[in-house]
C-alpha cells in the first residue's frame, strides 16, 4: 500500500570542503523497495552522499527527508531507527562476539544507559537467522569470512528496526562466493519490502540486481533511471574514461566488458609473450 | 567457567583479600579479634583500654588505608579501560588528557602555597580537572579527526603541566618543600585518614559507577564515531560524559595517594585477557582486578620491607612484569 512513498528524498543538496565543491545540488528521490546503486569513480561524491542520507554530514544547502520527516530535526535514536548503516569492511579493534555485535543494533531503542534485554537479544538473534548466520552467534566478529561479516553488519542493520538500509561498498574485498551470497541476501530483503542504497566500483553489481542506478560524476547526477535506461557503453565510458562495451548475454541479460583491457589481452606464444620468457 | 562465575570469584577474593588486609600489619590481630573490635561479637578478657586503642587502629588506620587502596585501584583501572576502549588504542591510560599532569601540579603548587592539606588536596583536584578542560578546549578548536586530536591536546597539556610541576619544584625550599612534593608524587596511603575517605569514596563510587552504568554505549564507540553514531549514539555528549568521570575519578586518586602508575594500563588489559573486551562484563571486572591488585601491593608495601616502600614505585616495578607476562599470554582481545 506504501509502494509509493519515498523513503528518501534529498533535495538540491550542496557540500564541499573549503576549498573543495563536492556534490553540486544533488536532488534524489527513493521509493520503498528499491535497490539503488550508486556508481561513479573515486571522489565523485558518493560516499558524501551516502553520509549526508545518513545525517553523519550536514550539507551546505539543500534538505534530506527520511520516511517524510526532515533529518535535522530527528533525534539519533530516531535516525538509527529509520535508516541504517551498514559501513565498507571493516576491521574492529576488539575481538566482540558476533550476536554482540549485532546487539548494538538495539541501543537505539534502549534507555538511558544502553542496556539491552532479553527481548532485544531474541530480535538479534532473528535477524542472524533471517541471514542464516545464526551458527555464528558465538564466534569472534574478527574471525569470520569478510563476507560473513558484511552479513553480520546487515543483521545489526535489521536490528535497528530500520527499513531503509544504506550501505558503503558493501562487496568491496569480499571473494567472488561471499560477493554473490551478499547480493543474494540484499535481493531477497529487498524483495520483503526493505529499501536498499549502495555504492559499487562494479556496475555488474548494479545490472545484476539494482532496480535503479544513478550515476554521479564530478558531483553532478548524469543520468538516473532503470539500469537498461541508464547504463550504457556511453555513459559508463564517460564516467570512467575507458572504453566499455555492454553486451547482451541473452535472456535480456547483459554484462560489461572493459574493451580497453580486452584489446591489449597478450595472447600466449605472441610476441610480447616470448619476449617476457626470453628475460 | 562463565563470566559472571569469574567476577564473583574475584568479588569473593576482594572481601577476602580486604579482611586479611585488616588483621595483618605491624599490629597482627586475629579473625576473632578483628570482629570483636567491629563489635560484631563479643570476647572475654580483654582490656578495654587496649580495645580501645585497638579500635582505633582499626578504624582510622587500617580501614581508610585498605579503602583508598580499593577505591584508587577500582577508579585508575575502570578510567583505564573506558580510555582504552573510547580511543581504541591499547596504549592508553587515565593520563592521556592530562589528568595525571595536571593534578601533580596542582598537589605541588598547593604544597608551596599552603601548609593545609585541605587546601592541597583542593588544588590537586581543581588541576587534575583544569588540564582536561584544556585539552578539550582545545581539541574542539581545530577540524579533523576527534581521537587524534584529543590525543594530541593530551600530550601537550601533559606536557605543559610537566614544565610548571619542574618550576615548582625548581623554586621549592629544597630541604623541606622540595622532598615533600617529590615523596607525595610516588604515591602511597600512608597519609589517607578516615575524613579523606569519606568524602573521597562517595565521589570515586559515583565516577566509576557513572562509566560502568555507560558500558553498553562503550562498546558501540569502539566502532567509530561514524558507525556509533549511525547506531543513534550521541557521540561528542557521551564522550564527553566518559571523559569527565574518567577525570573526576583519576583526578581523585591523586588527592588521596599521589601518582601510582600502571594500574591504569595493565589491568585493563589482563583483565580483558580473562573475561574478553565486551566493556559490560570487562568494566565491573576491571574495577574489582584493579581494587585487589592495588591492595595487594599496598599490604607489600607497608608489610615487606622495613622501610614502607612508595607504592607508586612499587606498581610499576610490579607493574612490568605482570604487564610483560600478559603480552606473552595472548593479545588480551585487541586484533
Known sequence: ?279 | MSVQYRTAALALLLVAGATASMIVGRYPLSLADLGHHLGLWAMEGTDPKQAELVRTLLLEVRLPRILAAICVGASLSVSGTAFQAMFINPLVSPGLLGVLAGASFGAAAGMILSTRWLVVQASTFAFGLLAVCIALAMARAYRGDRLLLLVLSGVVVSAMFTALLSVIKYLADPYNQLPAITYWLMGGFSLVTRETMTVMMPLMLLGTGTIISLSGYLNVLTMGDEEARALGVRVTALRTALILAATLVSSLTVVVGGIIGWVGLIIPHVGRMIVGPDNRILLPFSALLGALYLLLVDNISRLVFPVEIPLGILTSLLGIPVFAVALRLGRGGWN
Request: include cysteine; charged fraction near 20%; glycine fraction near 10%.
Open chain 1, 1 to 279: 500500500m506504501e509502494l509509493t512513498m519515498d523513503k528518501i528524498v534529498a533535495d538540491s543538496i550542496v557540500f564541499g570542503y573549503s576549498r573543495k565543491t563536492v556534490l553540486q545540488g544533488v536532488s534524489l528521490k527513493v521509493g520503498q523497495g528499491e535497490v539503488l546503486s550508486l556508481l561513479g569513480p573515486n571522489g565523485s561524491g558518493k560516499t558524501s552522499l551516502l553520509k549526508i542520507l545518513l545525517g553523519l554530514l550536514r550539507p551546505l544547502s539543500g534538505t534530506v527527508a527520511i520516511d517524510g520527516r526532515p533529518v535535522d530535526s530527528m533525534s539519533p535514536k530516531e535516525l538509527a531507527k529509520s535508516v541504517a548503516y551498514v559501513p565498507q569492511l571493516h576491521r574492529i579493534a576488539f575481538s566482540y562476539r558476533v550476536i554482540d555485535v549485532v546487539l548494538m543494533g538495539r541501543l537505539a531503542h534502549s534507555g538511558l544507559f544502553g542496556r539491552t534485554t532479553r527481548e532485544d537479544e531474541r530480535i538479534a538473534e532473528a535477524a542472524l537467522d533471517r541471514l542464516d548466520i545464526s551458527h555464528l552467534a558465538d564466534a569472534a566478529y574478527s574471525e569470520i569470512s569478510g563476507g560473513e561479516r558484511q552479513l553480520t553488519l546487515i543483521a545489526r542493520a535489521l536490528t535497528q528496526g530500520a527499513k531503509t538500509l544504506i550501505l558503503d561498498e558493501p562487496l568491496n574485498g569480499l571473494d567472488y562466493g561471499n560477493q554473490i551470497g551478499v547480493l543474494e541476501q540484499i535481493t531477497s530483503l529487498a524483495s520483503e519490502g526493505f529499501t536498499f542504497v549502495k555504492t559499487t566500483h562494479f556496475p555488474d553489481h548494479a545490472l545484476w540486481m539494482a532496480t535503479r542506478v544513478v550515476l554521479l560524476n564530478h558531483g553532478h547526477i548524469i543520468a538516473d533511471g532503470k539500469p537498461h535506461e541508464v547504463m550504457n557503453g556511453r555513459t559508463l565510458s564517460s564516467l570512467y574514461l575507458a572504453d566499455i562495451a555492454l553486451v547482451s548475454v541473452g535472456d535480456g541479460l547483459r554484462t560489461c566488458l572493459p574493451r580497453t583491457v580486452l584489446d591489449k589481452k597478450p595472447v600466449p606464444g605472441s610476441h610480447a609473450g616470448r619476449s617476457l620468457c626470453a628475460g
